[in-house]
């Protein structure tokens, strides 16, 4: 049994790739339940800090504690639900298989699955609203259907902090909504959610706490306290252009069309 919560402490963090720091000496304290956008321009170290989190990325210097614990010490604590593009989506899986992978690592080598393995990944499915596809190939669905399966992937985990790196990129209105509501779901439930976006204005809006980063850390807080004309100059440079309080950043992805519902 966990008796410290998922506190997410990160200090000093330095991360490089060929010599050049991806991030530079990154501190921060990250509360238990909390929905936290991550913002920053492209190469900011968005993606870098996720791979970090989940051990894909080897850290030069600092620390990284969840528990109260080192990083990798709980087993699945860390759910990661990757960009669409960097998935091989061909690969010959059901949309059941695919989720199932999520208990692969509280199975272990001898385990069979097991009715409770079942249940979860059935609830899994239910939660993203796709648990009519189970039995349906991976590569036959649709972007916005085939990021739901890598979401209830990562809920079939159980984890306690779950990362979504740039999840609305590209999908529809009621797969942003599934998101949304996935986030409300995780919040209740007293699990971190950490979202990528590029998307300042959704980033303001939806969630509790914004970490503006741009290989350093620029600012992290309250939306008010961070997307300051000031903090947001910092990040983006000569990017960015503000508008009666609003940004304009020439290298992100457009703002979604839909319409966003209010956050919880």
Request: glycine residues 6%; hydrophobic residues 40%; proline residues 5%.
């Amino acid at each position: 049994m966990i008796a410290e919560p998922a506190r997410l402490d990160i200090e000093n963090l330095t991360v490089s790739y060929n010599g050049s720091p991806a991030l530079d000496n990154l501190t921060l304290q990250i509360p238990v339940g909390a929905r936290v956008a991550v913002v920053g321009p492209n190469g900011a170290g968005k993606s870098t800090l996720f791979k970090v989190l989940v051990g894909e990325l080897p850290i030069q210097s600092g620390s990284i504690n969840i528990h109260c614990q080192p990083l990798g010490h709980h087993q699945d604590c860390v759910a990661y639900v990757p960009q669409r593009e960097e998935v091989d989506w061909h690969f010959p899986l059901t949309v059941e298989d695919v989720v199932m992978m999520g208990r692969y690592g509280r199975l272990g080598w001898l385990r069979r699955v097991s009715q409770h393995d079942q249940m979860i990944v059935s609830r899994s499915l239910s939660q993203v609203g796709i648990e009519d596809l189970a039995q349906h190939a991976i590569l036959d669905l649709s972007g916005g259907q085939q990021q739901r399966v890598f979401m209830a992937r990562a809920l079939a985990q159980e984890p306690h902090i779950l990362l979504l790196d740039e999840p609305f990129n590209g999908i529809d209105a009621p797969t942003q909504e599934a998101i949304f509501s996935l986030l409300d779901d995780m919040h209740h439930q007293a699990v971190t959610a950490i979202v990528s976006t590029h998307d300042l204005n959704l980033a303001a809006k939806y969630f509790d706490l914004v970490i503006l980063l741009n290989k350093k850390l620029i600012a992290f807080g309250s939306p008010q306290s961070v997307f300051t004309h000031h903090h947001v100059r910092q990040a983006f440079t000569d990017r960015v252009m503000m508008i009666e309080g609003h940004a304009l950043i020439d290298d992100c992805c457009p703002p979604n069309e839909t319409n966003h519902r209010r956050r919880k």
